[in-house]
């Protein structure tokens, strides 16, 4: 698997993506009624963003500057019209926090995973006059992961998971939708993020922005044999000992944790 490699600059303004849902994403999403001005219950912090909580998330771990995050989201100018929306594209996004305009960087550092929440994002915050969208920006946000945050078993597998005759231990995150398992001799394109033991990542595939593609029988023993176990569709964790992984003979030693979603099972 390739190494990480530093993601380019981001505008705010991502680039379209195909839609993998199967029920077609929706053309526009509309403006909510106070997209004109933050209502009287929205907290204003410091810098002058507002913002205000839709559905709350779990838990306490807010993302950091330096984190990448997954989320969905729609943009609105103050008359209501949409300039941008995940949501319309039909799939999440992931880029750094510190990549994006200051407000929405700011108002992401706030937000826990699950929640959803609205930000109005005064021109100083956003783009400064100096291209479009101008203006007050307003943004619906659903932060739904953090994929550079390490899990809270990476230190070893908990009482659910299951283990292989290996030595190898997975636990289904979410279920595939069936159908074939990958073949040794075949190739797969999947996501995934690496982390050794002590929580630190190593690689990802989210945080270069890009699904990677290769043979089954071409990556370290653990992957190929959990791959095989694995549908189209479905995210697993892998906790691989270090016999099934690089054996102690080049880094990252020990055993290795992954997440792995399972996009296309090739030929």
Do not use: C
């Amino acid at each position: 698997m390739a190494g990480m490699r530093i993601l380019p600059a981001l505008v705010f303004v991502l680039a379209a993506a195909a839609a993998s849902a199967q029920t077609a994403p929706p053309a526009t999403v509309a403006a909510p009624p106070d997209v004109a001005a933050p209502p009287a219950n929205a907290t204003k912090t410091a810098s002058g963003l507002a913002t205000r909580v839709l559905s709350p998330g779990k838990g306490t771990d807010h993302p950091a500057k330096e984190d990448v995050v997954t989320i969905q989201y729609t943009g609105w100018k103050a008359d209501g019209t949409m300039f941008d929306s995940s949501v319309t594209r039909g799939k999440p996004s992931s880029f750094p926090v510190n990549r994006v305009i200051a407000g929405f960087s700011e108002g992401l550092q706030l937000m826990v995973p699950g929640e959803k929440r609205r930000l109005w994002i005064p021109e100083s915050l956003a783009y400064k006059g100096a291209r479009e969208p101008k203006g007050m920006l307003v943004f619906d946000i659903e932060l739904l992961d953090i994929p550079t945050r390490a899990p809270a078993d990476v230190k070893a597998p908990p009482a659910d998971a299951k283990k292989t005759a290996s030595g190898l231990a997975y636990k289904v995150l979410q279920q595939g939708v069936g159908g074939r398992h990958p073949r040794p001799s075949g190739e797969v394109t999947v996501n995934y993020t690496g982390w050794t033991t002590d929580g630190k990542m190593f690689d990802s595939s989210v945080v270069r922005g890009q699904p990677a593609t290769f043979a089954v029988d071409g990556v370290i023993p653990g992957w190929t044999e959990g791959l095989q176990l694995m549908f189209e569709g479905e995210k697993t964790r892998f906790w691989i000992p270090e016999k099934l992984a690089y054996k102690g003979q080049s880094a990252p030693y020990g055993m290795l944790v992954f997440d792995v979603e399972l996009i296309k099972v090739g030929q």
